[in-house]
């Protein structure tokens, strides 16, 4: 054996050095930046941390620190390119900029990539003539989840020192709140609250947490509650392609009665707006939250006219689902009852100009793209393009918009136009012999009326 590592002696310089190797490799820890999740949302009145902004474009530095910005006004503005009013602020915060140089500075924030920014504003740029210099934060989290929002556009107001000093909506971003804010640092403005998420899973059924189960042995399920704080408003509908997208269930969050309304009697098929809807009742802007005219009395408005609704039908009943719907509002909603109804009225019409088919898809994939500067279709049906108008582009139309071309092939067509724009649509719309007209007639509306009891 040999001697050398058996000696007591000899074998206590290694032991040391062992030991003190295993030390510091016990207290090692590789440097690692701050994960996303580690920063908690800010309120009014917080410090903002010294954090680092990635992504920055159109700016000196594709990063900087929020410390960079002090001894200026920072108006950060969270945006997104399917938000109409997002869009339409870009031009004022771009005067504001100028008019208030070296004072302010306003910094647009997007969770959406580079990519999607960056072409949304080059054709945002060929429409106005010019390209609107406002430095974006693209592909962002950390500021996302420094700033907690549901709802858009959302503007966080930081001091010339760092702190947070307003939390507004877009209609608080104007010169006079400015000027009142730079001279004594906070100003007197409506502050926008939007509810904190709590967990919800629209897979599984609403209301039920292992009461009996977990729910995969369910028949049949219906709810009706009043409103539930922490669910965002809105609706979800299931449809499977085995079931060639019949309906199996419809969840409702959080929405008035009218919304229901329009849901229900849309049967998953026509899509009811507001400009699709008459009332006969006397107390219709209560219905609607027309009187609700800060965000205290929308509060209040809401907990008493808004709800949240689930049914779950079986196979054999997915036909049936949006009467089943239908039947719970009328026995559950006393005060009113909805009934379509045929009624004269003015209507917007997508109609063909000519018998030419200038539409047919040549076929190959299906595409569907779209966004507020025009679309692309190839391989689609036009109804896909005629939902996109109704449901989005032109909602706000003052009279309910029709599809009347009868046409039930696929079709390639693209493009280019104000989407919320019918005269600019027209143009656009020549090259494919259709055209958006005004006409007036009977057409189904959805009336909403007084039952008598």
């Not at 219906?222 to 085995?242: I, P, V």
Request: glycine fraction near 6%.
């Amino acid at each position: 054996m040999n001697s050398r590592f058996c000696s007591p002696g000899r074998i206590l310089p290694y032991l040391f050095y062992f030991s003190l190797f295993y030390l510091l490799l016990w207290c090692w820890k590789p440097a690692r930046g701050q994960s996303v999740a580690a920063y908690k949302p800010l309120q009014i009145g917080d410090t903002v941390p010294d954090v680092t902004i990635n992504n920055i474009l159109h700016y000196k530095t594709p990063t900087a620190k929020l410390s960079d910005f002090k001894g200026k006004l920072l108006i950060l503005d969270f945006w997104a390119t399917w938000c109409t009013p997002c869009v339409a602020m870009i031009p004022k915060m771009d005067s504001l900029q100028k008019q208030f140089e070296g004072k302010v500075q306003f910094l647009s924030v997007a969770y959406q990539s580079e990519k999607e920014v960056a072409a949304f504003m080059t054709k945002l740029a060929s429409r106005r003539g010019e390209r609107i210099p406002i430095p974006e934060v693209v592909g962002d989290k950390i500021l996302n989840q420094l700033f907690y929002h549901n709802a858009l556009p959302h503007y966080i107001w930081i001091d010339q020192d760092g702190i947070v000093k307003a939390v507004t909506g877009m209609k608080e971003v104007n010169n006079q709140n400015i000027e009142s804010f730079l001279k004594a640092r906070q100003a007197s403005m409506a502050e926008k609250k939007d509810d904190m998420a709590i967990p919800y899973n629209r897979d599984k059924p609403f209301l039920i947490d292992g009461n009996g189960g977990k729910g995969e042995n369910l028949i049949f399920h219906a709810a009706f509650t009043g409103f539930t704080e922490g669910l965002s408003n809105g609706y979800n509908l299931t449809r499977n392609k085995e079931d060639n997208y019949l309906t199996s269930k419809i969840s409702v969050r959080n929405l008035s009665l009218p919304q229901i309304y329009c849901l229900a009697y849309g049967e998953g098929k026509t899509y009811l707006g507001k400009n699709r809807l008459i009332f006969e009742t006397a107390d219709s802007l209560s219905l609607t939250g027309a009187l609700a005219d800060n965000d205290q009395h929308y509060r209040e408005w809401r907990s008493n006219h808004t709800f949240c609704y689930e049914v779950i039908a079986p196979p054999f009943l997915k036909k049936e689902i949006y009467k089943m719907m239908q039947q719970d509002l009328d026995r559950l909603i006393r005060p009113y009852k909805a009934e379509m109804k045929l009624r004269k009225t003015k209507f917007y019409a997508l109609i063909r100009t000519s018998a030419r088919d200038l539409l047919k898809s040549a076929g190959g994939p299906s595409q569907s793209n779209f966004d507020g500067m025009g679309c692309k279709l190839r391989n689609e049906p036009l109804s896909q393009f005629s939902g996109q108008l109704n449901v989005i582009y032109l909602q706000r139309l003052p009279y309910p918009f029709l599809n009347l071309t009868d046409y039930n092939e696929n079709v390639d067509m693209e493009i280019q136009a104000n989407m919320s724009s019918v005269e600019s649509l027209n143009q656009a719309l020549e090259k494919y012999d259709l055209k958006i007209v005004e006409q007036e007639g009977e057409i189904p509306m959805l009336v909403i009326e007084n039952r008598i009891l």
